[in-house]
């Protein structure tokens, strides 16, 4: 098999993904007024199991710790993350944990959610979400048979 159809299939994937990601920071954005790096840095607060540095968000995000800061500021600035540093072992190190109205703001963009992954899936010609399904089982057909040979 020619490199090049397996190269073509990963970009339909990446453009597909692309597409998909764009859907869903518009929605993001029309929903609760957030991005949706600002939705998932908010899971990831609310998933832990206490609050995280800056470091752990960014190994988590695979962001640069210079991101999430900037990242966490513009949280910080809305409420909907909190910030607490280590007073005892070492003042340079940011606590982060998500607040009530973060919460509300994740509330309210997966109540949203739903419904837009189903405009995305209502059978028009431009669905970002099934051309990346079906890209991702072309691209994984196309490996298969790539190691058959």
Not at 16 to 29: D, Q, S, V
Not at 110 to 128: S, Y
Not at 133 to 139: F, K
Request: proline share 3%; net charge neutral.
């Amino acid at each position: 098999m020619e490199p090049r159809v397996l190269v073509d299939a990963a970009l339909a994937i990446l453009d597909a993904g692309h597409r998909f990601r764009l859907a869903l920071n518009h929605g993001a954005a029309d929903t609760a007024g957030l991005t949706i790096e600002q939705v998932i840095s908010l899971c990831r607060l609310e998933l832990a199991e206490g609050p995280l540095t800056n470091t752990a968000l960014a190994l988590q995000l695979s962001r640069s710790e210079n991101a999430i800061t900037t990242l966490m500021k513009g949280l910080e600035e809305r409420g909907l993350v909190s910030r607490r540093r280590d007073m005892v072992t070492d003042k340079r190190v940011v606590y982060r944990t998500i607040t009530p109205e973060g919460y509300r703001a994740l509330t309210q963009f997966r109540n949203h959610l739903a419904p837009m992954l189903q405009e995305l899936t209502d059978g028009n010609n431009d669905d970002p979400l099934l051309d990346l399904i079906q890209s991702s089982a072309a691209l994984r057909e196309l490996i298969r048979l790539t190691r058959q040979q």
